[in-house]
């Protein structure tokens, strides 16, 4: 499901039988195409058991077919507006040229090029599991002419983050990650992450919001409530908040904000 999509930010169980019952009645064109990922991704889960794994497979299979789609925009149009967005919105929350920025799932740099352009050179390091998409992330990069920005960009298996230096980034940020991740990933992210922020440095996150049943759909969207993820962090000994002015956006996930030190008052 691509997350431009222009649905509610909470949207009903995906997974339960007569969500799917109704959307192929209302969408009847788009029920082959969902059977063929289905059977791709039965495919994928078999010959890779474990999530990372699987996910990069999938990456793989969908930035063959267009690197824009795999990391979920319809457009071209689309895509400049999702890395718009993510951007408009951390300088309007304090972004810096001089900050340090780690981009947690950067995908083909659909918001990283703005962050690279804004950062001081060397100051953007993006991180990703799938090589396929880095691929396509260092082909922005050459687009956009930011070569001499000189961005970092990684490939990872895992969220421990312990190649990286501690107490080094002001903004750490992971746009539609969390919303194809599972609970232990988001976990695992949350255990070390503190670690490479500053003192009065923050972790931006998306996830997919429900207020039901949580659920996910062909292990690829992973729908949360925000209770969940806000107890996670907290059993890390960080802050949380819920970010209620991401929700005025046109975008269909929510957002939380984590920190080692507590976070400053909201603005009125
Ligand atoms: C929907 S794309 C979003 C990319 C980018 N953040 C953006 O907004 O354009 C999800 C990205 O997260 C990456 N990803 C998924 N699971 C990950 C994990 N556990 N660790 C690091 N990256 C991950 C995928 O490879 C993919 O590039």
Redesign the pocket.
Known sequence: MP?DAESPKLRSNRAALPHKVGYALRHPERVGPYLRRAGRDAWLRLTHPD??GY??AV?ASDTRRDPQA????RTHDRWLA??RM?FEYLVEHGLRPEHRML??????????WRFIDHLDTGHYYG????PD?LIAAKRTVTEHGLQAKLPHLTL?G??RLDFLPGDHFDVVH????F???PLR?IDE?LAHVGRVLTATGFFDFTFDRTEGAEHHVLREDFYYRTDTLLTLAAQRNLHARFMEDWERRPHGQSKIRVSRSPLPPRAA
């Open positions: 997350e999530h990372v996910y990069r990456m795999a990391v979920g925009s999702l890395g993510q981009d947690i799932g950067c995908g083909n740099l659909r918001g990283g991180i990703g599991i799938s998409i990872t895992d969220l992971a746009h539609s990650v919303s194809h991740s990933v992210c």
